[in-house]
């Protein structure tokens, strides 16, 4: 039985805009099962045991980028290959992404950044609706973090697909950790090439300079895109 799973998750919240949280970020990574990823699960892992954490650790790539909550004690080199080891795994699976930014200050109010959203996933999901209805099984996960998004997405795939929905747990699954990164890279890539903002001390410590992220971050991550995957 074919099945497609799909990972959502954000980035920023519903509030104002504020010059340190300019941007709302949505994120879906698609997985088709017919091409297991087992292998680079256990890869990972391993990856994450040997940085200290048990080896189900639900990775966050901002506060590891940042030195932040879980990532406090680690030194940058240990940041380094733990984002590097959770990049490798998305390079390294039969996965495609879509990530959806939002310019907070472009809307007047809350309502109208949710209505943009609807609307944008939902022309999505009905431009590609042909690959989508192809799998006998689409799955959608999510972790309810808010429930706006929450909301979004029940109302996009009730419409459109006979989708299952289900509440994740990030731990469980890579996947979803995955789109957490996918988050974060697009982030970056609007901070550098869209918005120029340019990157933080923090982000310049962590990647060394932009060229670095650049070659060996987001050029490597716009081939995982979804343009011609869904085709």
Not at 13 to 21: I, L, Q, R, T, V
Not at 59 to 81: G, K, M, Q
Not at 171 to 185: E, G, I, R
């Amino acid at each position: 039985m074919s099945e497609l799973s799909i990972f959502i998750d954000e980035s920023g919240d519903f509030g104002p805009f504020e010059p340190h949280s300019p941007y709302y970020i949505l994120s879906l990574v698609f997985h088709n099962q017919d091409f297991p990823i087992d292998e680079q699960v256990k890869a990972l892992r391993r990856h994450i045991v040997d940085a200290g954490f048990p080896e189900h650790h639900n990775v966050h790539t901002a506060p590891l980028i940042r030195r932040e909550r879980d990532y406090a004690s680690l030194d940058i080199n240990a940041r380094r290959r733990l984002f590097h080891a959770l990049f490798s795994f998305m390079r390294q699976c039969e996965i495609a992404y879509e990530s959806f930014l939002f310019r907070k200050v472009e809307f007047g109010s809350h309502d109208k950044m949710v209505s943009r959203m609807s609307r944008d996933l939902g022309l999505f999901v009905r431009d590609n609706l042909a690959f989508l209805q192809s799998f006998e099984n689409v799955i959608v996960y999510y972790d309810n973090g808010q429930k706006e998004i929450t909301n979004i997405i029940n109302t996009v795939f009730n419409v459109f697909l006979d989708a299952e929905l289900r509440k994740v747990s990030p731990s469980d699954y890579s996947l979803f950790q995955a789109a957490d990164m996918v988050c974060t890279l697009r982030m970056l890539s609007e901070k550098l090439n869209a918005s120029g903002i340019g990157m933080s001390k923090s982000e310049l410590e962590f990647f060394r300079n932009e060229r670095n992220l650049k070659k060996n971050y987001l050029k490597p991550m716009r081939r995982k895109q979804v343009e011609g995957w869904l085709k």
